[in-house]
Nanobody
């Protein structure tokens, strides 16, 4: 599985960015997908995850109500729409993939245990 993230950049506080992640995998719909981030001097943290059919999403409390994750299984892509950005959202953002073991396509995605990672894209929010 190869993951390529894009869409990062510099934005003022209160602004928006949309991250995308393209996956090179034969059965994209078999994977839960996640977004994580790592700020300088901090550990990588969970941001969002989405079930393999896109019907269930999970968000960290810090981004709930501001970020929206979606996926397009026909195009093997996931997106993270980030609105009302804050300086504390500044980090390198990584997309990740994990085989879903659940027989239910909309089962709650996991916030840990991801096996495959993209290279990261920098998001910088100025105050």
């Amino acid at each position: 599985v190869q993951l390529q993230a894009s869409g990062g950049g510099l934005v003022q506080a209160g602004g928006s960015l949309r991250l995308s992640c393209a996956a090179s995998v034969r059965t994209f719909s078999a994977y839960d997908m996640g977004w994580f981030r790592q700020a300088p001097g901090k550990e990588r943290e969970f941001v969002s995850a989405i079930s393999r059919d896109g019907r269930s999403a999970l968000y960290a409390d810090s981004v709930k109500g501001r970020f929206t994750m979606s996926r397009d299984n026909a195009k093997n892509t996931v997106s993270l729409q980030m609105d009302t950005l804050k300086p504390e959202d500044t980090a390198v953002y990584y997309c990740a993939a994990k085989i879903s073991l659940s027989p239910i396509p909309w089962s709650r995605p996991s916030d840990s245990g991801y096996s495959y990672w993209g290279q990261g894209t920098q998001v910088t929010v100025s105050s």
